[in-house]
């Protein structure tokens, strides 16, 4: 017998739990949350919990989790704003300067005591392997 899919409300409480990770300051994708979450969780639940915020957007802090560009994905509910009182820098084309902020993730200590996956670790090249090419 195949057991029938989660609701993917089943995930909200998950994913509360990791956005409250991000520190004041950084910022982190949908896709960052739900690779977290893991368990088949995907961007779009990531989005649809956090619109189901309800009261609860004042302790949650939705404002930190932003599209995959480091573009705002809300309008008109003050998120750069916040941001920008959180230190967050932007780009001309208002994306969040994700080489300055992007949120690393959760220390693997934390996320496997409570049940969480991590990011995966992306080598950084050095300034100077671009200026090679010149």
Request: proline share 4%; aromatic share 6%; no cysteine.
């Given at each position: 017998m195949t057991?029938?899919?989660?609701d993917?409300?089943?995930?909200f409480?998950?994913?509360y739990?990791?956005?409250e990770?991000?520190?004041?300051?950084?910022?982190?994708t949908y896709?960052?949350?739900?690779?977290?979450?893991g368990?088949?969780c995907?961007a779009r639940?990531?989005?649809h919990a956090?619109?189901a915020?309800?009261a609860r957007?004042?302790?949650?802090?939705?404002?930190?989790?932003?599209?995959?560009?480091?573009?705002i994905s809300?309008?008109?509910h003050?998120?750069?704003?916040?941001?920008?009182?959180?230190?967050v820098?932007?780009d001309?084309?208002?994306?969040a300067?994700?080489?300055?902020?992007?949120?690393?993730?959760p220390?693997?200590?934390w996320?496997r005591a409570?049940g969480?996956?991590t990011?995966p670790?992306?080598?950084?090249?050095?300034?100077?392997a671009?200026?090679r090419?010149f």
């Open positions: 057991q029938s899919p989660r993917e409300r089943d995930y409480e998950r994913i739990t990791v956005v990770q991000v520190p004041w300051g950084k910022v982190a896709g960052d949350i739900a690779t977290l979450v368990d088949g995907d639940v990531v989005g956090l619109g915020l309800g957007s004042a302790t949650v802090p939705w404002q930190r989790i932003i599209n995959r560009t480091g573009g809300l309008t008109g003050g998120q750069r704003e916040r941001l920008e009182e959180e230190g820098a932007f001309d084309r208002g994306n300067r994700m080489d300055a902020h992007h949120w690393s993730g220390s693997e200590e996320a409570n969480f996956q990011l670790r992306t080598a950084e090249k050095p300034a100077s671009q200026l090419l």
